[in-house]
């Protein structure tokens, strides 16, 4: 059985001078847009608050923990919210892809388990430098909030409805 196909031979030009940044700011009036800001925001207090005290305590297995799952999770949210933001058709594809469900249940499970650890941690210490771990956990528990709503919002991008 033959087939007829047909080739389509485009040029085009480019010019060196001009060049051209497209960024996607309708994604940002999206619900996951928000989310995924609202992540990287306090993602960012996180690291921030565990980082400027992390010194100060003597055992800090709990505190590196939290530390390893914010700043990952802060990495990692950041590059899905830049490459959602400078390419049109990522936050459309990606989202019909099983990647954004696994990464945000991962991150929900990790964050609210380093944020309960270091919050009990942060309890036991009854001390002015356990107030910025509190604070942290704090905002892990949040933070591990709005991943469970993104999880939500990814499970039916890819399911459809």
Same mark, same amino acid.
């Given at each position: ?7 389509? &031979? /485009? ?6 001078? /001009? ?40 055992? &800090? ?9 914010? =700043? @990952? ?8 919210? =830049? ?23 991962? @991150? ?28 942290? @956990? ?12 993104? /999880?939500?919002?990814?499970? &039916?991008?890819? &399911?459809?409805?």
């Amino acid at each position: 059985m033959s087939h007829a196909v047909t080739i389509t &031979r /485009t040029t085009t030009t480019h010019s060196s001078t /001009t060049s051209a940044l497209i960024i996607n700011t309708g994604y940002m009036k999206t619900i996951p847009g928000i989310l995924k800001l609202l992540q990287l925001i306090i993602g960012g207090l996180c690291v921030f608050f565990v980082s400027w005290n992390f010194w100060s305590t003597y055992t &800090r297995n709990t505190e590196l923990f939290f530390l390893c799952m914010a =700043v @990952a999770f802060f990495i990692g949210t950041f590059c899905l919210l =830049v490459s959602c933001l400078v390419s049109l058709s990522t936050g459309g594809i990606i989202s019909k892809t099983i990647y954004e469900l696994i990464y945000h249940s991962v @991150a929900f499970i990790l964050y609210l388990v380093a944020s309960i650890l270091l919050m009990m941690k942060a309890s036991d210490y009854r001390l002015s430098s356990s107030h910025p771990f509190m604070i942290a @956990a704090i905002l892990g528990l949040i933070n591990s909030a709005l991943y469970l709503v993104s /999880t939500f919002y990814a499970q &039916r991008s890819y &399911r459809g409805i």
